[in-house]
Nanobody, 112 residues
Framework: QVQLVESGGGLVQAGGSLRLSCVASGRMFGVMGWYRRVPGGQRELVADITIDRTTNYADSATGRITISRDNAKNTICLRMNNLKPEDTDVYYC????????WGEGTQVTVYS
């Protein structure tokens, strides 16, 4: 059974930092990443990383967010710095290649 389990969300003051983690089990994905919800229910990419650690960031994430990957632990992390209230959202871990699998999400709330 494939599972993606997120952790690390929480409540943080604006300007603070959080580190989200996602542990995958049951499959090694060619690409793993983090998404957030957008109005209308869809999810938009925050950042993703390939198995050889090539990274890709949304424009809004550049400079404040770093994604990393540990293939031995089948884990990715998302380090978010200088958080802003507009970063408040549910963040989802995603794995693809093969298939498309999602975690259940972790809530990040940034207050000013």
């Amino acid at each position: 059974q494939v599972q993606l389990v997120e952790s690390g969300g929480g409540l943080v003051q604006a300007g603070g930092s959080l580190r989200l983690s996602c542990v995958a089990s049951g499959r090694m994905f060619g690409v793993m990443g983090w998404y957030r919800r957008v109005p209308g229910g869809q999810r938009e990419l925050v950042a993703d990383i390939t198995i050889d650690r090539t990274t890709n960031y949304a424009d809004s994430a550049t400079g404040r967010i770093t994604i990393s990957r540990d293939n031995a632990k089948n884990t990715i992390c998302l380090r978010m710095n200088n958080l802003k209230p507009e970063d408040t959202d549910v963040y989802y871990c995603h794995g693809r290649m093969p298939n498309n699998d999602w975690g259940e999400g972790t809530q990040v709330t940034v207050y000013s």
